[in-house]
């Protein structure tokens, strides 16, 4: 999901071998936060803000040290702290962690801030593309990821913890408001 379609040549590179992060300073979009999202998607926006998603990184420094620990067995994870600063287990509650502009943001607390959830670039991939002024109106559709697939939550919603998850009765419920489809003269 790193914007369009069509994969760059680190995108492939990472498709064919994905236990090789992608090399830094490869051109592409960036992390920009969910407060960005919302200037042009403010229903999706409220929505999602109250979802456990919106919340997810919260939610996991809250969590019973009981939970935490047997999550963390089940997952064969080995804790460096609490939760909330384990690497193994915060990767699931951000945005793009350890990625281009994701989370943490080197020295901008902000916007550290501003991806500390699992926020709309999660599942929809890297904003910024799709976000500039400079990107024309008609083209940013090809800039964000509007199919988002079971694999991709399958990524943080494994059996071990999310031994429910059942992809199409959440995307059916939605995890925020999908725009209705625009009417066309066939359906007036």
Known sequence: VAGGVELSDAGKAFKADNSKVPAAGVKGAEYIGSNKCKM??????????????????????????????????????????TADKTD???????????????????????????????????CHGPGSIHASKETPKEEKKK???KGVTENLCKNCHTPEM???????????????LVAAPAETPATK
């Not at 915060?90 to 699992?118: E, F, N, Q």
């Not at 031994?163 to 925020?176: D, N, R, T």
């Open 40 to 81: 042009c998607h403010l229903k999706q926006f409220k929505s999602w803000s109250e979802t456990r998603h919106a919340h997810a990184l919260q939610n996991l420094a809250a969590a019973k040290a009981e939970d935490v620990k047997a999550a963390a067995a089940k997952l064969k994870v080995e804790l460096t702290g």
């Open 162 to 176: 999310s031994p429910k998850f059942a992809f199409a009765e959440y995307k059916a419920k939605g995890v925020h």
């Open 143 to 145: 800039f964000i990821n």
């Open 88 to 122: 193994a287990c915060v990767t699931c509650h951000v945005t793009g962690m350890h990625l281009a502009g994701g989370y943490p943001a080197a020295g901008d607390s902000t916007k550290t801030a501003s991806l500390a959830m699992v926020g709309c670039e999660s």
